[in-house]
């Protein structure tokens, strides 16, 4: 049977890890390409993820500027009432994949 479905997948590095009791949080960049003209620009866009207690752990174990493959649901969410609502697209973490460990330097 068919079944309607927000996706999202993030290939990235880390930047920074906010642990909480229950919650992680992980900001995760995301490379884009584009043409400027006869140059090429690389535009980085963060993206906030949740990660619950089930993969949390994966990516507290992770570090700063690993590469990660991160997979999930999306999900919108409100609170407020009346004319003060306000919405925020959440991308809740399925699965978090490290992909290749930052080489340490010096």
């Known amino acids: ?16 890890i906010t642990a909480r009791e229950k919650v992680t ?6 490379n884009y390409n584009r043409r400027d003209g006869d140059d090429w620009k690389t535009d980085t866009l963060w ?6 207690s089930n993969v949390g752990p994966q990516v507290e174990a992770a570090g700063k500027g690993d590469l ?3 997979t999930g649901r999306v999900r919108e969410s409100n609170h407020g009432e009346g004319n003060e609502v ?8 399925g699965a978090a994949i490290r992909v290749r460990t930052r080489r340490q330097t010096g």
């Open 1 to 16: 049977m068919p079944q309607n479905i927000a996706e999202f997948r993030i290939i990235g590095r880390i930047g920074k």
């Open 25 to 30: 949080y992980v900001s995760v960049a995301a």
């Open 47 to 52: 993206n906030s993820v949740v990660c619950f």
């Open 68 to 70: 990660v493959h991160v």
């Open 86 to 93: 306000s919405y925020r697209t959440e991308l809740i973490c």
